[in-house]
């Protein structure tokens, strides 16, 4: 069979774009190397050791851009370090990888409630419960972390103070 240069053209732009990373790939085929990697960073993370961990994460991504586990521990450093605004930002990186990725969410949930946006926080908590059909470990951690409230520094902070002076 003799492919004519047009489709010719149109068989390479394809392998080309599946290797390369432009669709996305099932966590099975994550370029092994990348998976290790995260197992380190993930083990430093149990050790609060944030920003050796972040920096194995990083080379994670680095070999491997669709590592959705790396951008996960990305975000788990960065709440262990008080940084949840990079923290939901990383949690995004994953879930635009997998939208359905049950611990993104949870995870990102609990992060909007360290920022003190708790109604974001409940709608990541509605899917998770959609995406569980029902009750599971993961809403149920999200639920006691709304429950719970954001920390005082941020409640403080997102209050005006009343008795001070305005001025213009």
Known sequence: ?????????????LATMG???????ADDRIDARSVTLTQQGMALVGQGRWLEATDLFESALAVDARNRQAYIGLARAAQGEKLPGKAVKFYYEALQLEPNDVEALTGQGEALVQRGAVERAKANLARVKTLCKGSCPEAQTLAAAIAKGP????LAAQKPDVGAPRTE
């Open 1 to 13: 069979m003799r492919l004519t240069p047009i489709a010719l053209s149109a068989a390479i732009v």
């Open 19 to 25: 290797s390369a990373g432009f669709t996305q790939r």
């Open 151 to 154: 920390p005082a520094e941020v």
